[in-house]
Structures are given as C-alpha cells and as structure tokens.
C-alpha cells in the first residue's frame, strides 16, 4: 500500500491528518509538498470544487470533485481538466480543509462525526 493509501485507511478509520503529497495536477490549488490538512468527510455532503481524497478505478487521489451524481457517485479530476472517473460514496474517504494552514472554502457541514 503506497503513501496515499495509508493516509486513506487513517482518515477512513476517522483521523485526521496532515501530509504532503507531491505533483502538479493540482496546482495552483495545492502546490507539490505543501502541507494539507484531509478530515473524514460526510460524502454525500461533497459538492463540486470541493478537493477530496478518493479512490478511483484502484488508485486514490487527492483531487477535485468535478460532478455529482444524484445516485450517489461523485466524479474526480486534476486541476488541469483531465478526468479521472466516477467513485461511490464508500471510496470518498476525506475532504481537504486546509492548504498550508489556510482553511478551505465550503466545510461547514461536510464533515463526518469523528469517534
């Protein structure tokens, strides 16, 4: 299991926790290594624009929600337009709320009661 599924596994499990991932796909929204901050997420409260970490077709990321899907899928993608796919509610495992110790837009409500 690599880096970012360790991550998912503890804030699937109800932690929250700080990291920094590496890439470009996100940017300008979250530079390579800049720490962030990824809570336990309520994921039928996700919306569009929101950054979550979610697997998809086998491999998490740490991306944009780019649709939502009534039925209860959500879809996710880079910063950059490239889509990744469609994910169900139960593989949406955290929502980012903070970039750098700058909080994020839109978390109020959208996070998971934590144990």
């Known amino acids: 299991m690599g880096m970012l599924g360790l991550i998912a596994s503890r804030v699937a499990a109800g932690a929250t926790v700080e990291f920094r991932p590496s890439g ?52 996710i993608s880079n910063n950059r337009g490239r889509v990744n796919g469609w994910t169900n509610h139960a593989r949406v495992y955290g929502i980012c709320i903070a970039v750098d110790g700058a909080d994020r837009p839109r978390i109020d409500g959208k996070l998971r009661d934590q144990p």
Do not use: C, F, N, W
Request: aromatic letters at 2%.
């Open 24 to 75: 470009s796909s996100m940017v300008p929204l979250i530079r390579s290594r800049q720490l962030v901050t990824v809570a336990p997420v309520d994921p039928a409260r996700v919306e569009v624009g929101d950054i979550v970490l979610a697997k998809v077709a086998g491999t998490i990321y740490l991306h944009l929600v780019s649709a939502v899907d009534p039925t209860g899928r959500v879809q």
